[in-house]
């Protein structure tokens, strides 16, 4: 069987900016808690954060949430600048982060236009009483690297190795394989899987809202109307980082106008 | 054209050795305070290493910050001693000749200082040596599409060219040394002359090595500051930065920085130094300053074409970019300081003879051109940042902290101690360089006709 490439899909129309994805990802990948400092200082580390945009004039205020993780892009920006190879793109369409390799360049964060990779200033901290609440799982970073989004790898390991020890297929939809971030979605704005897998639920979500399948094929998608029914896009794709997580428009059934990004 | 320098050869060797042979009074405090810089910027380095990179300005997404900019600035800086030495030397500039020195030493310490920049940048310095081309028994060798793996391999390129570049031209004086000075110091001057007797064998290959080596070393020329360039000019997601024209505008650049900074040095030398105005004339600081008016000017029209290339496309995110630039305090301030330091000031300056022969005048201005020319990669690096996407929700901005500065203010304390203490053990002006050109001008009267007394190199 091919490889899986893993994928999302991210439906900004179900999204609510309830930030239970935010919370999922800190407590699964060992991610220091962000305190008021943090972002003051503009050095929160969110593998996975909501940007959250206001739209029109009071009182007609609309807030616009898009959930923003690492894109897994198949021709990563940040991949060929790094001098140590401590990024690069896995067998399984992972765009992979490999923290004892880094020395902390930051070239590759100055190169992904999407912002979401996150360097270690200070040395990570937990109160004593989150001390056992860290993930066996997970590498714990130290000072001076980078990190970013996995779709949850040890997750994705973990399945894979339990499947060929029962001797079975990796389950589409399982929750032992969906990242943190899935799992903890209330309304199902995230749905995570292998675009390799035709039968898979992104797979068929990807090809009835971009109307195709599998990456690299973005020839029909130019030409769309504002109000297909078609609703996926890709996240700044004019930086042609053909990137592995599909966004669905937010439709608006109060404006005419649908928003363009 | 020129004055020709009208003392004899004893009188040289007199002026060129007398920082050598007794020390001047203020060189030992100089030293100290440089020294003190030094340690405290190295301080601030471990106390940096200790806390993690938080204790600096950086943030997201203003990742690269002050030691970046730093390092541009000392590669550019170093381009001054392949400019005087090997391209003027290279097209016969008889006026190069008692600046030679002081320019490949200046490329010498400031590609160090450029060289442990980077030191500072890394997350974990103690990792930097992995970006090297060599198998660590780690299994993995430095990805080379990177260009932070070629930035070492080409600045090592330049550093070790211009070290045996300066020893080269070292050995004729060294010698000269050698045979002034009694005891321990001669000997030690004798092992480092390397058996230096002046036979013309020795001379003959001197000479093929020094004109080999700045023939060989003009591909470095090119290739390192492009390098540097490229440190920005591949990354497409910041928009300041995506530019074609990124190699050849940094490497005009840096020769606007590097000359300039040669020709403070030159003014600097000329006060210090009791003496060496008589071997430093206002002709040579016209002469630099007349090279300095075209290479301004070049660097000037790639300035102009690299902010018409980035709007001709007229896009919203590079257009929201300029605008911080160029009009948003307090990059509007720095921008216009930036235009007045490195060219509105200075090259009108230098359109008048006075001003080109003016020791005063001409340190002022070259200053402000190394001015302008930090502020300039500041403003590439900065605001390009601040404004790296059009995700409007992730723009920062960034303010340098002190433990920043104070490294900065390390590199530029690490220079000038560099080059107080090489003037305390070798000869900044060639003695054997300015007798070579006096030589050349040595003319005999054959029958009616006045020939040339040797043939040049």
Redesign the interface.
């Known amino acids: 069987m091919a490889n899986p490439s893993w994928g999302m899909v991210i439906d900004n129309d179900k999204c609510t900016g309830c930030n239970a994805c935010v919370i999922a990802c800190q407590s699964e990948n060992n991610i220091p808690i962000n305190e008021e400092d943090h972002f003051t200082q503009r050095r929160p580390i969110q593998w996975i954060r909501i940007e959250r945009y206001w739209e029109g004039e009071f009182p007609n205020v609309k807030a616009r949430f898009i959930p923003v993780l690492c894109q897994h892009c198949a021709d990563a920006p940040c991949e060929p600048v790094c001098p140590v190879y401590a990024t690069y793109h896995n067998d399984q369409g992972l765009n992979v982060q490999v923290y004892n390799r880094c020395i902390g360049t930051r070239f590759c964060a100055n190169g992904c236009p999407y912002q979401v990779r996150h360097f270690n200033f200070w040395e990570p901290e937990w109160p004593d009483s989150l001390e056992n609440q860290l993930n066996p799982d997970v590498t714990v970073r130290t000072r001076g690297i980078m990190e970013k989004c996995t779709f949850c790898v040890q997750r994705i390991q973990r399945t894979k190795r339990e499947s060929e020890k029962n001797n079975t297929s990796i389950k589409d939809g399982d929750r032992q394989l969906n990242p943190a971030c899935v799992n903890g979605c209330a309304t199902d704005a995230l749905v995570f899987g292998d675009f390799n897998n035709p039968e898979s639920k992104v797979s068929k979500m990807k090809k009835k809202e971009l109307g195709h399948g599998g990456h690299g094929d973005h020839s029909d998608h130019d030409g769309h109307e504002e109000h297909d029914e078609k609703r996926g896009y890709h996240l700044l794709e004019e930086y042609g980082t053909h990137p592995s997580v599909v966004y669905l428009k937010k439709v608006d059934y109060e404006s005419k106008t649908v928003e363009k990004h | 054209m020129q004055e020709h320098i009208q003392l004899n050869q004893k009188e040289i060797n007199d002026i060129s050795l007398s920082p050598i042979l007794e020390t001047p009074k203020w060189w030992l405090p100089a030293v100290l305070i440089t020294f003190g810089f030094i340690v405290t910027g190295l301080a601030a380095f471990f106390y940096m290493v200790y ?4 204790v600096t300005g ?4 203003v ?2 910050g002050f030691f970046i900019v730093n390092f541009v600035f000392w590669i550019g800086i170093s381009h001054a001693g392949i400019m005087i030495s090997a391209i003027l030397r290279l097209t016969q500039a008889e006026w190069r000749r008692p600046i030679t020195r002081a320019a490949e030493v200046l490329t010498v310490f400031s590609l160090m200082a450029a060289l442990h920049t ?1 030191l500072f ?4 310095p103690w ?2 040596y ?2 090297f081309p060599y198998d660590f028994s ?1 299994g ?1 060798w ?2 080379v ?5 070629w930035d070492p391999s080409a600045v090592g390129t330049y550093l070790i060219a211009s070290t045996l570049f300066v020893i080269i031209c070292l050995l004729p004086d060294l010698a000269i040394i050698r045979d002034r000075t009694t005891g321990l110091r001669s000997k030690i001057y004798g092992i480092l002359c390397l058996g230096w007797r002046g036979t013309p064998r020795q001379w003959k290959m001197q000479t093929i090595v020094g004109i080999l080596l700045s023939a060989l070393v003009l591909p470095v020329f090119v290739s390192v500051h492009s390098i540097v360039s490229w ?1 920005f000019a ?5 928009e300041g930065w995506h530019s074609t024209i990124f190699a050849p505008y940094f490497i005009i650049g840096a020769i606007h920085s590097g000359v300039s900074a040669v020709a403070t040095f030159m003014v600097v030398m000329m006060w210090v130094w009791k003496g060496n105005d008589k071997i430093l004339r206002p002709d040579h600081l016209d002469a630099i300053g007349r090279l300095l008016i075209i290479v301004a000017t070049t660097w000037f029209l790639f300035l102009f074409l690299e902010v018409a290339f980035a709007l001709f496309t007229l896009e919203r995110p590079e257009i929201a970019l300029r605008e911080l630039q160029f009009f948003k305090w307090p990059f509007s301030g720095l921008f216009i300081l930036f235009l007045l330091t490195s060219y509105f000031i200075p090259v009108p300056m230098w359109m008048f003879k006075n001003v080109r022969r003016s020791l005063p005048l001409m340190f002022i201005s070259t200053i402000l051109v190394n001015v302008g020319m930090w502020l300039e990669r500041f403003l590439i690096i900065v605001p390009s ?1 601040s404004r ?7 723009w ?1 901005s960034y303010t340098p902290s002190i433990v920043e500065i104070l490294i900065v203010t390390e590199t530029f304390a690490f220079v000038i101690f560099g080059l107080l203490l090489f003037s305390k053990f070798f000869p900044l002006i060639p003695l054997f360089d300015i007798k070579e050109g006096m030589v050349f001008r040595d003319e005999i009267k054959i029958g009616r006709r006045t020939v040339p007394a040797s043939i040049r190199e």
């Open positions: 806390h993690g990179l938080g950086l943030n997201r997404p990742f690269w980077p940048h890394v997350g974990r990792r930097t992995w970006v780690r993995v430095p990805n599409r990177s260009p932070f793996v440190d591949v990354i497409a997601g910041v940042l790296k996407t059009p995700f409007a929700f992730d920062g």
